[in-house]
DNA sequence: TGCGTATTTTCCTTGCAGGTTATTTAACCA
DNA sequence: TGGTTAAATAACCTGCAAGGAAAATACGCA
């Protein structure tokens, strides 16, 4: 995944409605008008939301009548994880070394402090 | 964590720029000067990217000196990639009732489709 | 064909994010 | 005290994101 795929699939991902659209598109496939329901909120609204999410992939439409059923999709949203895992592994592994740093340079006559 | 928290903290990963300061900070705390080194920026633009990891408290800094190092701190990396981890759960669990739905449904004097 | 429903598009406003330069604050050093 | 370095703040500009209202599109149906 690109610099830019990030950015946009996290970015989609720091808006509020969008990640309650995404929860309840976790439980099952849905409408536009379905989705817009909980909220408070015209439906050209929620339209764009989803096209932000399609857009960076994490949902994906099909067409059934005038109905346009969205669709969860988890690539994006595995890639988003990765980078996080992939950074705790670093930052985890800088603390394993300071750990043993901090091992090394004790000197072992003197009791640790 | 609330949802503004992780607003926040989506909104702050969102930026290449900020994810390019946290791959160094896991690495090792650094200055501000030391994180700008890398950007065709200005310091203070640099010093604003800091300002917004701070708020969602990706990053935490002290003050040695003139300098003020700053530090990757986990925890708000773990809340954003909590809610994801939680969606792929749920988003799991809704495929594997489905193949049991379908398993269900399935005649069994027919031969599988 | 014409109507109803679902959804998108267009246009507009508002607010905020990200960048700049210039200035200020904070701390060390001579 | 005055000078230097590190960093933050202030003031400003630009672009884009989020929302609303109104109009257009897409499809099914009578």
């Known amino acids: 995944m690109t610099t830019a795929q ?3 699939t996290f970015l989609a991902l720091a ?3 969008r990640r309650a659209i995404i929860d309840r598109l976790a439980l099952g496939d849905a409408t536009v008008n379905e989705l ?3 909220f408070a909120m015209t439906l050209p609204a929620v339209s764009k939301h ?5 857009r960076c992939g994490l949902i994906s ?3 059934r009548a005038q ?5 969860l999709e988890t690539a994006a949203l ?11 592994r670093l ?3 800088r603390f394993d070394k300071l750990d043993s740093h901090l091992r090394d340079i004790q000197d072992p006559e003197e009791a640790p402090q």
Do not use: G, M
Not at 67 to 71: A, E, G, L, S
Not at 78 to 88: H, L, M, Q, T, V
């Open 6 to 8: 990030l950015d946009a």
């Open 15 to 17: 808006d509020p409605t």
């Open 36 to 38: 817009a329901e909980p």
């Open 50 to 54: 989803l096209k932000v999410l399609e």
């Open 61 to 63: 439409r099909s067409r």
């Open 67 to 71: 109905f346009r059923p969205c669709r």
């Open 78 to 88: 595995d890639a988003a994880e990765s980078w996080i895992e992939e950074n705790r």
């Open 91 to 93: 930052w985890s592994d």
